[in-house]
């Protein structure tokens, strides 16, 4: 029998580890982002950093906040997964808690042994940055290539040269040279004439003089001007141009566009221009030439929402002059910048009362219509004041304008990593044009002018209408001479048919509709109606003659005046309609038939008829169209006369009516007559 050695089977269970934790690329980032707010380069709470590996197993007060390999026993660990939400890391006002995730690495890569590079740089402090530190002019470089250094310019280029072993280029023909300068001073090459001008003078001053002549053109201004712009962030007004409603920045900001490049022209210092951009108002508050340069504040402008407009004002003006962002440290302070979230908004309360206005630069500037900010000047300066000087600053918690702390006003200030000393604020006295800029000498002799030319335009009118009046009391004489020369019969005798002077109610006239009144000596209908009717209860005579006299007092929508005879019944009647409207009057004659126009004439005639009633209206009749049905009514007969001629023959008793609709407001009626003919 074979024998077999016996096999022997061991199975060996391990359990299983983490994979490698890399410390550069899963925990650094991590506490940077998680607690380097509070614990980096730039604050060291409780006096532990956690921005490099060797000082976070260094530790602050409380001892090391590792235990390589013991994750358990690690201070670290155990305050970012505190169930106390007053004791967890990071704090809930700073910050969200690390995931379920970011725990397990951080666990790992403590019980791997908490391990970080040898050679990892500990982060300096960022107020040591060099564009934190002040500038100071530095020793003009020694260097080799003397004979190519023609101003201490050229020695710091030739310096940086040397030491990287580079030699210099041949220099440029003249023609390329001249290419390059003039592209580069104002944005256009040379023409052919400019180039063989420059080509043919052997001067020593030939290069200087092409650079002083293009320094002096403004086109310069027009070139660099644009670069500025674009730092500063120039853009015209932004809205609803369909409604002209503006939204953002401000109408005529195209004025700070302008002073940006004929400063430059003018070879204005750079610090000059700040100061007029942030304090023109202040620096000379009657000069428009100045005031435009606030331009740069009023660009900010945002209709909807004050606090995004003070955002934009600290994040640009930080930007433009400080070649710093200061956005981040609205909500809490700054991880990278030594920028404190309280600096943040003390450089607000710099900004804090300033508002926006536009100052007219004519006296007769007309004005348009914003669809949300009423009536706006068509032209004018857009610049900005200070509105509201006790206006106080507080620190926003989170960023959030809902939960200032109103307990701690904050002073204007700036960061003090920018050095400098502490701002003292100092109340200065401006005149009174800056309030109210009328008052402005070319402004006020401006109104002065406008008010003189309007008062010699309002004599001629005056004069003009002198002479209208006059003209017509004319026509009036000359038409009531003709009327009393055709009313007037053999004997001279008249029988009246109805006379009132209105001063007292008479039992003939009976109220139809509408609120008519007799006040002092007038019959007035002031009420809103669409046919106010009043008629008198008396019978006129088969043939007559009606003279009305009448006139309207206010403008507005058209006016009329109605007169219905041989009146049966509503719709059946012979009708005298007059109208007035702001350019044109009219008038008509027509008989209505069931409520329709059967026929319509521009003159007046004579109608007989039996059982017939006289009607006078001061109406727009509902088969007319022309008059309003919205207008104040207020019609007034001072005096009414009605008469007949001795002796003639009557029909059976009738009425006649005056009625009143929509009339136009206080349309007054002097006389009317009604006589034989």
Known sequence: MRLFPAAVWLLVVVPATAAEVDYQRDIKPLLLHKCGACHGALRQQAGLRLDAGQLIRKGGESGPAVEPGNSAASLLLERVTETDETLRMPPTAEGEALTADQITLLKDWINQGAKSPDDEQIPEDPAAFWSYQSP??????EVKSKAWVRTPIDAFIASAREQHGLVASAEARPEVWLRRVYLDLIGLPPTREELHEFLGDTSDTAYESVVDRLLSRPEYGERWGRHWMDVWRYSDWYGSRSINEIRYSQRHIWRW?????????????????????????????????VLRATGFLGRNWYKFDRNVWMFETVEQTSQAFLGLTLRCARCHDHKYDPISQEEYYRFRAFFEP????????????????????????????????????DTETYLFQRGDNRYPDTSHPLTPGVPAS????????????????????????????????VATEKTREAETALQTAKAAVTTRENAIAAFESRVARTTTLADGTLQPILVDDFSTRQDVWKVLSGDWTWEKG???QRAVSSFATIYADVTHPRDFVARVKYRTLEAGMYRSVGF????????????VYTSTGDAAQSVQAFHRRDGKLASSRRHFGSVKST???????????????????????????????????????TEPSSSWKWNSANCSPRSRHSVANIRPQ
């Open 418 to 449: 920018l050095g400098g000393p502490e701002i003292t604020i100092q109340p200065i006295s401006l005149p009174p044009e800056a309030w109210y800029p009328y008052l402005r000498p070319e402004l006020s002799d401006g109104l002065i002018e």
């Open 136 to 141: 100071s002019r530095p020793a003009v470089p």
């Open 257 to 289: 566009r302008d002073w940006i490049v004929d400063s430059i022209n003018a070879d204005k210092s750079y610090d000059r221009m700040i100061l007029e951009m942030l304090a023109g108002d202040e620096l000379a508050p009657a000069d428009p030439d």
């Open 564 to 575: 219905s005879f041989d009146f049966i019944d509503t719709g059946n009647s012979q009708d």
């Open 522 to 524: 007038q019959l007035a």
């Open 354 to 389: 300033h508002d926006v206005r536009t100052d007219p630069l004519a006296a007769d500037t007309a004005m348009q219509k914003d669809a949300t900010l009423g009536m706006v000047l068509t032209d004018g300066v857009s610049r900005t004041f200070d509105k509201e000087l």
């Open 611 to 649: 059982q017939s009633k006289l009607l006078f209206a001061d109406s727009n009749f509902q088969s007319h169209s022309m008059a309003s049905r919205n207008s104040t009514t207020s019609c007034q007969f001072p005096a009414a006369t009605a008469s007949s001629r001795s002796g003639s023959t």
